[in-house]
T-cell receptor
Framework: KNEVEQSPQNLTAQEGEFITINCSYSVGISALHWLQQHPGGGIVSLFMLSSGKKKHGRLIATINIQEKHSSLHITASHPRDSAVYICAVSMEYGNKLVFGAGTILRVKS | SQTIHQWPATLVQPVGSPLSLECTVEGTSNPNLYWYRQAAGRGLQLLFYSVGIGQISSEVPQNLSASRPQDRQFILSSKKLLLSDSGFYLC???????????FGEGSWLTVV
């Protein structure tokens, strides 16, 4: 079993829909990251959080430390949101990041 | 502000040839540095990380090596490439564990 599990693996949505991507982990962490990878391969960090909730524009990330679960929400989705969204956790001990397999999101107009 | 650069962006190399991918970070000191590989259709895999000059930790046994000759320089190398080394390689840095991680632009390596 992978230490970080994401769901769904693939997601197709219509423009304007509310989108949720889930991430569950089984290890002790110091932080959780949500990353966005565009078709060209470049990766940007969307959020880093260790508790509660963060919001940036139409993106919202939440984490429940007790349940070892995080969600990434996209409100009013747009075709430009199409990308791979990756959940990663910073291990509680050491300097490792462990990645989920990613969620391929396609938003159709 | 901090920036990270890696090069080359794309590389086509024959089997058995050497490899050198370079990554530099600007605007910070003593960063944690990472090399990741993403094989086609798969997630990111940590190859090496470094918490300081000359300090390299390897996560998986492989045909690759890493070096950190300067504080903000991280190099990924191979003496003889294998077909299985093909993939997308990403350099990244963070201030410390639990901090935001920043990725380079990535390098597409095709071994033929």
């Amino acid at each position: 079993k992978n230490e970080v599990e994401q769901s769904p693996q693939n997601l197709t949505a219509q423009e304007g829909e509310f989108i949720t991507i889930n991430c569950s982990y089984s290890v002790g962490i110091s932080a959780l990251h949500w990353l966005q990878q565009h078709p060209g391969g470049g990766i940007v960090s969307l959020f880093m959080l260790s508790s509660g909730k963060k919001k940036h524009g139409r993106l919202i990330a939440t984490i429940n430390i007790q349940e070892k679960h995080s969600s990434l929400h996209i409100t009013a989705s747009h075709p430009r949101d199409s990308a791979v969204y990756i959940c990663a956790v910073s291990m509680e001990y050491g300097n490792k990041l462990v990645f989920g397999a990613g969620t391929i999101l396609r938003v159709k107009s | 502000s901090q920036t990270i650069h890696q090069w080359p962006a794309t590389l086509v190399q024959p089997v058995g040839s050497p490899l050198s991918l370079e990554c530099t970070v600007e605007g910070t000191s003593n960063p944690n540095l990472y090399w990741y590989r993403q094989a086609a259709g798969r997630g990111l895999q940590l190859l090496f990380y470094s918490v300081g000059i000359g300090q390299i930790s390897s996560e998986v046994p492989q045909n690759l090596s890493a070096s950190r000759p300067q504080d903000r320089q991280f190099i990924l190398s191979s003496k003889k490439l294998l077909l299985s080394d093909s993939g997308f390689y990403l350099c990244a840095w963070s201030e410390d564990r639990g901090h935001t991680i920043y990725f380079g632009e990535g390098s597409w390596l095709t071994v033929v």
